[in-house]
Structure formats: C-alpha cells, structure tokens
Nanobody, 117 residues
Framework: QVQLVESGGGLVQAGGSLRLSCAAS????????MGWYRQAPGKQRELVAA???????NYAESVKGRFTISRDNPKNTVYLQMNSLKPEDTAVYYC???????????WGQGTQVTVSS
C-alpha cells in the first residue's frame, strides 16, 4: 500500500519559514520524481517544486529564491523549505510521487499552510 504522508504545515506570519516533509512508503522511492503542489481556495492545483531521481529541481516562478526542495533517498522523504513566506503562499500543499515511466502517480492527503499578513 502506497502512502505519502505530509507534515510541517501550519500558521506563520509573513516573512517566516516552514519546512514541509513528505514521507513515502510502499514505493521504490529512488525511482520517483517527487513534487510539491499547492491549491488555494478557488484556484487550480499548481506545481510548486519538483526534484528528479537525479536531483535536478525546478520551481514555479513565484517561489524561486524562496523555496528549496530536497530529497533523502535512504529516508524515503522529500522536503520543501519555505522561506520569506507571503500571504499568497497560503494553500493546501500536496506531495506527489511520479514514477520514471509515468505509469504510477500518487498523492498525499495535503497539509495546510497559512501565512498571515
């Protein structure tokens, strides 16, 4: 059974930091591109950051220079370090695992991030 369990969300003031974690089980973690997506009320889910099996990463323009994605393969965990948070970063953040061959795609249950002004 595949599980992606996010943690680390919460309420923070603008300018603050949070670190999200996503612990994966039931998959061969090193074979998956891992991503963080977010969905704000009334908006579509959007990619925030992703990291490949080769540790290449890409980011949404809105978070470049503020967020950093990383992965720890032995721990089956992906992280999202979020600095200089803004109220517009408020959303539910979802962890995603996509297998290299695109034949498997999994989502976590989401964790709420709220940034107050």
């Amino acid at each position: 059974q595949v599980q992606l369990v996010e943690s680390g969300g919460g309420l923070v003031q603008a300018g603050g930091s949070l670190r999200l974690s996503c612990a994966a089980s039931g998959i061969t973690f090193r074979l998956y591109t891992m991503g963080w997506y977010r969905q704000a009320p009334g908006k579509q889910r959007e990619l925030v950051a992703a990291i490949t099996t080769g540790d290449s990463s890409n980011y949404a323009e809105s978070v470049k220079g503020r967020f950093t994605i990383s992965r720890d393969n032995p721990k089956n965990t992906v992280y999202l370090q979020m600095n200089s948070l803004k109220p517009e970063d408020t959303a539910v953040y979802y962890c995603n695992a996509r297998r290299l061959d695109y034949l498997a795609n999994y989502w976590g249950q989401g964790t709420q991030v709220t940034v107050s002004s």
